[in-house]
């Protein structure tokens, strides 16, 4: 049974007229604009193409997106002011502040606005996760022999550790955090996965190998680190018996993305709408469906999609940024000491 997002079913949810009434002004402004220009949130990420769908099929709002990175997003935003071409975008949640710095942003907080955690929005509205993102080991079966479950089993392994881009993606910065967090350091102190890191290059055990699924698919790849829906995601679409996907027991990062609605949006109430769907149920079950979780967790899943997901217990030591301040100053360090600390010892 399809899940609809309307007035009548929030009444029955918020249990008040009130905030119905005003989703049902937003839902008509929204229909009057009938556009919404997304950024950064492309039909094959998070199964974006359903929620699309669903906003153009229920509220008859034409939807076009152009993918683009985080700092790419905030960019345009700041760039672009009163002549701005995108009304929403999905960033990573390291640049949800970041946008606030800049001014770029407009504040909306959603009729589930409680059910967020408090971590995982600004206090004003300005940004919230939509979903997380955990960082997980993808381990190819038919290459390693026993897959490791921990950060501290990397160093006993003969396979090779493919990050992607330390230092320029968000995804390979986030890898590096998580194995600080589980060998004991923080957004300030990076120093414990450096030394990792460090330790498999002098190994040459260090992969240089994009993470993209062409080259898992190839057998290119050993074991990667990345978000776990783009792990999930990949495994499933070449062979779901030939890769382990697991969260590290000893720690990982829980992060994930956040929408930002434009402030100089030409089609704001499309955009605000956007957000509410997306924080609704059943926009919530459509993330899911695309292998991220949702950042509501009082959700309830459809088997099918419940399959798709690790299970829960996976995610015990899995914690989020908590210093944004001292996680953005690292960053910035981050190419840096990643080629001083760590590819100064690459082998081979």
Do not use: C
Not at 132 to 145: H, K, P, R, S, Y
Not at 146 to 156: T, Y
Request: glycine share 6%; aromatic share 8%.
């Amino acid at each position: 049974m399809k899940h609809l997002f309307t007035a009548s079913l929030l009444t029955l949810a918020l249990g008040t007229t009130a905030q119905a009434a005003d989703i049902s002004e937003l839902e008509a402004k929204a229909r009057d604009e009938g556009r919404l220009n997304s950024v950064g949130m492309p039909d094959s990420w998070a199964n974006w193409k359903d929620t699309w769908r669903d906003l153009t099929e229920q509220y008859g709002i034409r939807h076009q997106d152009t993918d683009m990175s985080s700092a790419q997003e905030i960019a345009k935003f700041a760039a672009e002011k009163d002549d701005a071409t995108a009304d929403i975008g999905d960033v990573g949640a390291a640049f949800g502040p970041i946008a606030v710095q800049q001014g770029v942003t407009q504040p909306y907080k959603p009729s589930t606005w409680s059910e967020i955690p408090d971590w995982a929005k600004d206090e004003d509205g300005h940004w919230m996760l939509g979903y997380t993102g955990t960082i997980a080991f993808i381990v190819n079966n038919e290459l390693v022999t026993r897959p490791p479950v921990s950060w501290a089993e990397l160093r006993q392994g003969d396979y090779k550790v493919a990050l992607g881009d330390v230092g320029i993606a968000a995804q390979a910065n986030s890898a590096v955090l998580a194995a600080a967090f589980a060998l004991g350091g923080d957004e300030s102190n990076l120093e414990p996965a450096l030394s990792l890191f460090a330790e498999l290059a002098r190994q040459g055990r260090l992969s240089p190998v994009d993470l993209n699924i062409a080259n898992l698919e190839k057998g290119e790849i050993e074991l990667a680190v990345m978000w776990d829906f783009n792990a999930l995601n990949y495994r499933d679409q070449i062979d779901r018996a030939r890769f382990t996907v697991v969260i590290p027991s000893d720690g990982s990062l829980i992060s994930g993305y956040a929408t930002i609605i434009n402030k100089y949006a030409k089609h704001p109430n499309a955009a605000k709408l956007a957000r509410e769907y997306i924080l609704s149920d059943a926009g919530q079950i459509n993330l899911a469906r695309g292998y991220a979780r949702p950042i509501r967790t009082n959700v309830a899943l459809p088997e099918d999609v419940q399959a798709k997901l690790l299970p829960n217990d996976m995610y015990a030591k899995a914690r989020p940024i908590e210093n944004f301040d001292a996680w953005e100053q690292t960053t910035r360090t981050l190419s840096r000491l990643w080629q001083s600390d760590v590819l100064l010892h690459q082998k081979g």
